[in-house]
Every structure is written in C-alpha cells, then in structure tokens.
C-alpha cells in the first residue's frame, strides 16, 4: 500500500465522507473510492460501509485504522523532525478556530508561509460549546482559544490575538441605545448561559459568575451551543450574551445590537496544543507567532 493510499484511507475515516476527504487531500472523489476499492480487494474485505446517507467504518476498517495510525504518524513525525534538522519546515498545520477568526489570522499565515513555502496552514471550525474535543482526537494540531485554558493534557501559548468585547442585547433592550454597557450591567439582565459541561474557569473567563460588585449574574435557558444560537436567542430578548468585538467586523443580525464594554478584560487567544505533540509546523508557526508578539484586533 502506497503512502498516498494510506493518507486517503486515514483521512476517510476522519471525514466518514468522501467528498469532504476528496476535497481536504486536494484530489478528486474518484481517486478516494479508486484507492479505498484498490484496499479492499487486497486485504479481502470491505473496509467502510457504504450508504447514500453515511459512511462507517467497519470492524476491519476500525482495527486497520488503528495499527495504520501508529506507523503514518512515526513516519511523518519523523519525516518532519528530519526536516526541521535540515533547516526547513514541510507539512500541512490544521488550526480549529472559531467563526471568522481564520480570516483573522490570515495575515499572519501569509506572512509565515512566505518564510517557510513548503509549509500550509489549514483550518477546522470549532464551537465554544466543545473547545477541546477536535484537539485532543487529533483532528487539529492546535485550536486557537480563549484564555484561561486550565487542562492538564494541554499546553497553552503563545497568545495570537487580544481584542476587547461587546455585549449582544435586542433591539428594543433598554442597553441597545447606550454608548457602552459594563460588567456591572450583567446583573441586571438574564445572560445566555453557555453551559455545565464546560471547564468553569474557561467559560467564567467570558461569562462572570459576580459582577464587579458582587452581585450574581443569573444565566438564562435555554443553553446556547453555537454563534448563531447566541444571535437568535438575543433577538427574540431571551436573554444578553458577552462575546468578542470581532462581531463587529464580522456579524449583523435582526433584532441585535452590539454595545461595546470597556471595562471588560481583553480577551486574549492562544495557541492550544495536546502536549506533547508538537510537530514542525506546529513548532516553527509558535515560533514565528512569538516573535511577532500578540496582534491587537480594533474595531470602528
């Protein structure tokens, strides 16, 4: 089995798709089913199964899966360790991000591939609902997150970005006419909640338990999991959501403002990774980004 094959095996089992496989390997769809049929018929079995709705891999698939990641993995970290000791730094980088911040960071990816042409950078979009899962199964090789990120399987750093934030409120809220709105401003209102399954000092970070004051800041359901769930649910006065002031740039929504916070905490976004996994691309754009410095986002 060739060493492309393989890479289309794995990747299919990633996607459970085969036109997203086709499209993330940069080849068409037939080449995928060709080699995925070309696997098949040399081991002796079906390796997926196929319907017009999903994709699943079967028990065959699930253990070849397995023993074939182990090797693809040792080579290429080999392959990228003996590159980086060369001088120079191959691969494709695959970064979660949320909503718009890839185009965010789209500057300083061109900047990083002009240093190092043999390098690509990729992005995967994350919820806030679930930070962490793409991660840790190795569908991404970093994700940029808000701080604080406390888990003890991740290693956080360096900071990318930092921007300030915005409070979300309908049309016809009392705050929607204000000039700004302040953290104190939260106890006064019901407040989306984002909900329980999230690490409390990650989700704290962006939503307060306390106002400055000490007043408690009430959360109201129903639990949101995504952006546009924050959008909708604002509109129709559910409740006020803080988020960050790239929504500026970004998002308009019917029913929705967006009233700046300037005593609210910058939110500052860092490279997360699984620790101890750091591949060369992953090593040589920390590196870059360090030398940069955080980029400070600023909105009209």
């Known amino acids: ?54 994709v699943r891999l079967t028990p065959l698939g699930e253990r070849l899966a397995r023993e074939l990641r182990v090797g693809y993995d040792g080579i290429q970290r080999a392959l990228a360790e003996a590159a980086a000791t ?12 949320m909503g718009a911040l890839g185009h ?34 190795g569908r991404t090789d970093a994700a940029l997150l808000w701080l604080p990120v406390r888990e003890p399987d991740l290693t956080v750093g360096p900071v990318v970005l930092t921007e300030g934030r915005v409070l979300a409120v309908g049309a016809d809220h009392v705050l929607a006419g204000r000039a700004e709105a302040g953290l104190e401003d939260l106890g006064d209102h019901p407040v989306l909640a984002l909900g329980p399954e999230l690490p409390e000092s990650w989700s704290a970070a962006m939503l307060p338990a306390r106002t ?72 040589a754009f920390a590196g870059f980004v360090r030398e940069l410095g955080p980029q400070t986002l600023t909105f009209p």
């Open 212 to 283: 400055p004051l000490g007043r408690p800041v009430a959360p109201a359901g129903p639990l949101v999991t995504s952006f546009h769930e924050v959008l909708t649910h604002v509109a129709a006065g559910t409740g006020v959501c803080p988020l960050n002031a790239h929504v500026l740039r970004y998002y308009t929504h019917p029913g929705v403002r967006f009233v700046p916070m300037p005593d609210a905490p910058a939110t500052e976004w860092a490279l997360v990774r699984r620790t101890g996994a750091e591949p060369a691309p992953l090593r």
């Open 104 to 137: 965010e960071l789209a500057p300083l990816v061109s900047r990083f591939t002009a240093r190092h042409p043999g390098c690509r950078v990729d992005f995967r979009e994350v919820h806030f609902s679930d930070p962490f899962t793409a991660l840790r199964q």
């Open 1 to 54: 089995m060739e060493m492309r094959d393989i890479e289309i095996f794995l990747t299919l089992t990633e996607e459970l798709h085969f036109g997203r496989t086709a499209t993330r390997l940069y080849v068409s769809q037939a080449r995928v089913s060709q080699a995925i049929k070309a696997q098949e018929r040399r081991i002796g079995g079906p390796l997926f199964v196929r319907s017009s709705r999903s």
């Open 86 to 97: 060369a001088g120079r730094v191959e691969g494709t980088l695959t970064i979660g991000v």
